[in-house]
T-cell receptor, first 114, second 114 residues
Framework: AQSVTQPDIHITVSEGASLELRCNYS??????LFWYVQSPGQGLQLLLK??????LVQGIKGFEAEFKRSQSSFNLRKPSVHWSDAAEYFC????????????FGTGTKLQVIP | GAVVSQHPSRVICKSGTSVKIECRSL??????MFWYRQFPKQSLMLMAT?????????EQGVEKDKFLINHASLTLSTLTVTSAHPEDSSFYIC??????????FGAGTRLSVL
């Protein structure tokens, strides 16, 4: 069965600092990997996805993520965090092919301080 | 991009009443939609897969008679929480796959049962 682990429940960074959110996955084949962001009381917005090809994926809002098969990781990064980035971030894995069932990690809540 | 609309965004009801939540794909057809539930400070848990024209597929532990799903058209799936009780209070989110590989999410419905 597919699973996702986000080891950090809560992270606090200063505005302008760099950010890395960790994600480890478990999946038997080549995974479909996603990062979603959820603002308070809101639905989920897709930041970026990885299906195949270049292992460094660029997303919206200046985010990027790197797929590392050897480490079963898909960490999310941003070089300079803005106060508006404060939200909850979910890493997710989907089964390849067809309509996907997506399994989410438990989320990392990002707090940005001035 | 693809848009998924979910209505209502918030509902408060008395214990014992039923509540219907609608999920619509606005600019694409979705023969499959997914319903998730999110408890406070937790991740999204898949409840069921809604299939247009056929019965929904429920995840283990989800009561079929409690959470009725109807996928009546290619753009609409409904989730009815029957005889709601306070423990059903939660954040419910639907999603629909666009072009088979990316889930687009509704904004969610916050259900509060008094």
């Amino acid at each position: 069965a597919q699973s996702v682990t986000q080891p950090d429940i809560h992270i606090t960074v200063s505005e302008g600092a760099s950010l890395e959110l960790r994600c480890n996955y478990s999946y038997g084949a080549t995974p479909y990997l996603f990062w979603y962001v959820q603002s308070p009381g809101q639905g989920l917005q897709l930041l970026l996805k990885y299906f195949s090809g270049d292992t460094l994926v660029q997303g919206i809002k200046g985010f990027e993520a790197e797929f590392k098969r050897s480490q079963s990781s898909f960490n999310l990064r941003k070089p300079s965090v803005h106060w508006s980035d404060a939200a909850e971030y979910f890493c997710a894995v989907g089964n390849s092919g067809g309509y996907q069932k997506v399994t989410f990690g438990t989320g990392t809540k990002l707090q940005v301080i001035p | 991009g693809a848009v998924v609309s979910q209505h209502p965004s918030r509902v408060i009801c008395k214990s014992g009443t039923s509540v219907k939540i609608e999920c619509r794909s606005l600019d694409f057809q979705a023969t499959t939609m997914f319903w998730y539930r999110q408890f406070p400070k937790q991740s999204l848990m898949l409840m069921a897969t809604s299939n247009e024209g056929s019965k929904a597929t429920y995840e283990q532990g989800v009561e079929k008679d409690k959470f009725l799903i109807n996928h009546a058209s290619l753009t609409l799936s409904t989730l009815t929480v029957t005889s709601a009780h306070p423990e059903d209070s939660s954040f419910y989110i639907c999603s629909a796959p666009y072009r088979g590989d990316i889930q687009y999410f509704g904004a969610g419905t916050r259900l509060s049962v008094l």
